[in-house]
C-alpha cells in the first residue's frame, strides 16, 4: 500500500503530465494550453485551469530515511497524481566499510614501506637511533591498525575511524626528515 502525504502550509507542487508521463514540474507563470491560449502572466494562479490543462499534484510519499531515499518521479494512474519512487539505499555494508579502510592501510603501509627502503638506501646498516625507533613503531602500525578495524562494530563508528590522523602524519613527516 502506498501511503502519500501533502506539506500542509506550503503551496502545492504540480506536474504536467502528458500521455501519462511527466513532462514538467512546477507550474510556470507564462503557458500556452493545448487549445493556442496563451497567458503571458498569472498562470501559476488560474487553478480552475490546471487540472484540464494535464497539471497534476505532487505527493511525496512516507518513507523511512534512514534506509530509504526518494527515486524517479512518476505519473500514479490509479491515483491520478505524480508521486516518487522509495528505493533502498545503496549504502556499504560494515564489511564492504572496513575492507576499503584495510586497502587504506595497506596503501598506507606500502608508503611507509617506500620511506623504510629509502632509508636503508640512505643509511644503510648506520641509521640513527630515532631512524630505527620510526620503523619499529611502523612496523607495529599495521598490527595495531588492524585490531582497531576490527573492533569496529557499528556504521557509525567506522565511518569516524581515521586511518590517517595526527599521529600517522606526525610519523610520516618525521620519516620524511630523517630522509632530507
Not at 26 to 35: E, G, I, K, M
Not at 92 to 118: H, N, Q, V, Y
Request: hydrophobic share 40%; charged share 20%.
Amino acid at each position: 500500500m502506498l501511503i502519500l502525504f501533502a506539506l500542509h502550509g506550503m503551496a502545492q507542487q504540480k506536474a504536467l503530465v502528458i500521455n501519462q508521463e511527466v513532462v514538467r514540474v512546477s507550474l510556470p507563470t507564462t503557458f500556452t494550453r493545448a487549445n493556442g491560449e496563451t497567458f503571458w502572466g498569472g498562470y501559476e494562479t488560474r487553478t480552475d485551469l490546471h487540472r484540464a490543462d494535464g497539471w497534476r499534484d505532487v505527493v511525496v510519499p512516507q518513507y523511512n530515511d534512514t534506509i530509504q531515499q526518494l527515486g524517479e518521479m512518476y505519473y500514479n494512474l490509479g491515483l491520478d497524481l505524480v508521486t516518487y519512487r522509495v528505493v533502498e539505499r545503496t549504502q556499504p555494508t560494515t564489511d564492504e566499510m572496513k575492507a576499503a579502510i584495510r586497502e587504506d592501510l595497506f596503501t598506507l603501509m606500502m608508503e611507509f614501506s617506500d620511506l623504510i627502503t629509502a632509508s636503508n638506501n640512505l643509511y644503510g646498516d648506520d641509521k640513527p637511533a630515532g631512524l630505527v625507533e620510526l620503523i619499529n613503531t611502523v612496523k607495529g602500525l599495521k598490527s595495531y591498525a588492524n585490531a582497531e578495524i576490527k573492533g569496529l562494530t557499528t556504521r557509525t563508528q567506522i565511518a569516524r575511524y581515521t586511518l590517517r590522523g595526527p599521529q600517522v602524519q606526525y610519523l610520516m613527516e618525521a620519516f620524511k626528515s630523517y630522509l632530507k
